[in-house]
């Protein structure tokens, strides 16, 4: 068994709605959020959800779109499995935005399920999803934007993609009308945890501003503390950065059976 100890925060920045949200199984923030922050501790013996959503800035109600995914998978036993979670969730948000407006809004989502010993990670849009192990960091997800399909297909490098003004422009979010594009998530496959494994969710008003060895080496220096995700908001912001950023960092701890404790204490007894 794993013990996971979770941190989750959302800063509202320099803008004028906070668009981002978040989800930790049932616990989500309202749609008029700026800052929150919270801590919580899980087990894996239940599956364990945990999701970061980007509102698309520029956009109309993005922070109603973002809010909208958070809550429906605030309630994820009512869905099949991750893929319908995503089909549903953006045909929810498209209905209910249309009604009110012309325009079309979204969100992203990056999303990671952790569960009996293994965990599995899907996004659509460029939220993230991280995992530093080895005192290393790779990114889980895959980011749906027009600059990452042109990498992809060598087109360009990714160094150029990053000073292209075009690199946040995204080909994929929950929101977007089935007649114009399907939703088509990125769902790794199931992996397995590892004692000390550290995962990071987060929006991309974190990574368009810090790389990620910077954000690796801030973690890592300041551990399991709940001002490790202040910390990231400062040097981002120092960085200057002025979007919403939201950040959720797992920590994962091997549990100690009852049992292996007791044999421990009677050989000390013992010796």
């Not at 969730?89 to 399920?113: D, F, M, P, V």
Request: charged residues 30%; glycine residues 4%; positive net charge.
């Amino acid at each position: 068994m794993y013990k996971i100890n979770c941190i989750a925060a959302t800063y509202q920045n320099c803008r004028e709605n906070n668009e981002d949200n978040y989800c930790i199984n049932s616990i989500c923030t309202d749609i008029w959020h700026k800052d929150e922050k919270i801590s919580k501790k899980f087990s894996d013996i239940n599956k364990n959800i945990f999701a970061v959503f980007d509102g698309l800035g520029g956009e109309e109600k993005g922070e109603q779109a973002s809010f909208i995914a958070a809550k429906m998978l605030s309630r994820f036993e009512k869905f099949k499995d991750i893929k319908d979670y995503y089909r549903t969730a953006s045909n929810e948000i498209y209905k209910q935005i249309s009604r009110k407006t012309s325009k079309a809004s979204g969100t992203t989502a990056a999303i990671l399920e952790v569960y009996n010993g293994s965990f599995v990670c899907s996004n659509v849009g460029d939220s993230r999803v991280y995992i530093i192990r080895n005192n290393t960091i790779n990114q889980l997800s895959k980011d749906h934007t027009t600059m990452q399909t042109m990498i992809d297909s060598g087109v360009i490098t990714k160094e150029q993609a990053e000073k292209s003004k075009y690199k946040n422009m995204l080909s994929q979010f929950l929101g977007i009308s089935e007649k114009e594009t399907i939703i088509c998530p990125y769902v790794r496959n199931k992996e397995k945890l590892f004692d000390k494994d550290i995962f990071l969710l987060c929006s991309d008003g974190l990574t368009s501003s810090l790389s990620d060895e910077k954000i690796k080496e801030t973690i890592l220096e300041n551990g399991v503390k709940k001002d490790t995700a202040d910390i990231l908001f400062k040097k981002t912001v120092e960085s200057g950065a002025d979007d919403n950023i939201t950040i959720i960092l797992i920590y994962i701890s091997k549990s100690r059976n009852i049992f292996s404790k007791l044999w421990k204490a009677i050989n000390n007894c013992i010796l």
